[in-house]
């Protein structure tokens, strides 16, 4: 079986530069795709599931999805909960199976971030489950706007909360279609002098491909979320295997035409990650 925490792929990617893609899942089909890509590049990969996948398939049936893939995949798979904002919630994936929980906090005041980060922490470790925290919020592309994250609070926040991973906002935002200006490199340098965690880049769509490579090998940013540029893909394959031929009806057919577009796809984001 390769299935393994947060911590157990990010330690390894801290310690010989590189990072991991966390990869955002919808559903069966891209989360297959994204587990066959992992083993065509031979490196381990974590699954998320976002509000809007819990929104459509429940966290339990999401977790038995995940261990599925994960005890047949020849590389590690992580088995993550993306942008938890509860406490219920996160217990939720832990008993549903996950490996994984990320609490987004983001929003709240820093001693309340931290309070409440701490507690799932401790839930999260007592069952061997890995835990991520936010500190700094990351705005939406058309929506709300990014706070960035002071190194002062995110030193404070990973020694008081004990997470295993942080994400920061340091120029990257959600839901980027295409590149955006690039990250804020003399933030991220300031942030991992004073902290050893491995950081975590939320947004990593609107990240330029040189810079996510750039930082992977030489900085404490072990981990990229990636999303919107995936659904793109998927979404212009599905596109293509309904236009083709308006007379078919049978979706497992359609969508199974996704497959190996998603495959290509995700193989070019994680192999931007690897070590040099």
């Known amino acids: 079986m390769s299935l393994v925490t947060l911590a157990d792929v990010l330690q390894p990617a801290l310690k010989n530069g590189y990072a991991v893609a966390g990869l955002v899942t919808l559903g069966?089909?891209?989360?297959?795709?994204?587990?066959?890509?992992?083993?065509?590049?031979?490196?381990?990969?974590?699954?998320?599931?976002?509000?809007?996948?819990?929104?459509?398939?429940?966290?339990?049936?999401?977790?038995?999805?995940?261990?599925?893939?994960?005890?047949?995949?020849?590389?590690?798979?992580?088995?993550?909960?993306?942008?938890?904002?509860?406490?219920?919630?996160?217990?939720?994936?832990?008993?549903?199976?996950?490996?994984?929980?990320?609490?987004?906090?983001?929003?709240k005041p820093l001693a309340e971030n931290i309070a409440e980060t701490r507690a799932i922490v401790e839930m999260a470790h007592s069952a061997g489950v890995s835990c991520e925290g936010e500190i700094g919020f990351v705005g939406y592309s058309g929506g709300e706007n990014s706070a960035g994250t002071d190194p002062k609070e995110a030193a404070q926040f990973a020694v008081e909360t004990g997470v295993d991973a942080m994400a920061i906002s340091v120029?990257?935002?959600?839901?980027?279609?295409?590149?955006?200006?690039?990250?804020?490199?003399?933030?991220?340098?300031?942030?991992?002098?004073?902290?050893?965690?491995?950081?975590?880049?939320?947004?990593?769509?609107?990240?330029?491909?040189?810079?996510?490579?750039?930082?992977?090998?030489?900085?404490?940013?072990?981990?990229?979320?990636?999303?919107?540029?995936?659904?793109?893909?998927?979404?212009?394959?599905?596109?293509?295997a309904v236009t083709r031929d308006p007379d078919r009806f049978d979706r497992v057919q359609i969508l199974s035409e996704t497959h190996d577009p998603v495959v290509a796809a995700a193989r070019r984001v994680l192999s931007a990650f690897k070590g040099a």
């Open 171 to 240: 120029g990257n935002v959600h839901l980027q279609q295409q590149d955006g200006a690039g990250l804020d490199e003399e933030r991220i340098h300031a942030i991992q002098a004073i902290t050893t965690v491995p950081l975590v880049i939320h947004g990593g769509s609107g990240v330029p491909m040189a810079q996510r490579t750039a930082l992977a090998r030489g900085s404490h940013i072990c981990k990229f979320n990636i999303g919107t540029e995936l659904r793109m893909a998927f979404g212009e394959a599905l596109r293509d």
């Open 28 to 107: 069966w089909e891209d989360m297959r795709a994204f587990v066959a890509a992992a083993e065509a590049e031979n490196c381990p990969v974590i699954l998320q599931a976002g509000p809007s996948c819990r929104a459509h398939t429940p966290l339990p049936v999401l977790g038995k999805m995940f261990r599925h893939l994960a005890e047949a995949a020849s590389v590690p798979v992580v088995a993550h909960l993306d942008h938890g904002y509860t406490s219920d919630e996160c217990r939720e994936a832990i008993y549903s199976g996950f490996t994984s929980v990320m609490f987004d906090g983001s929003r």
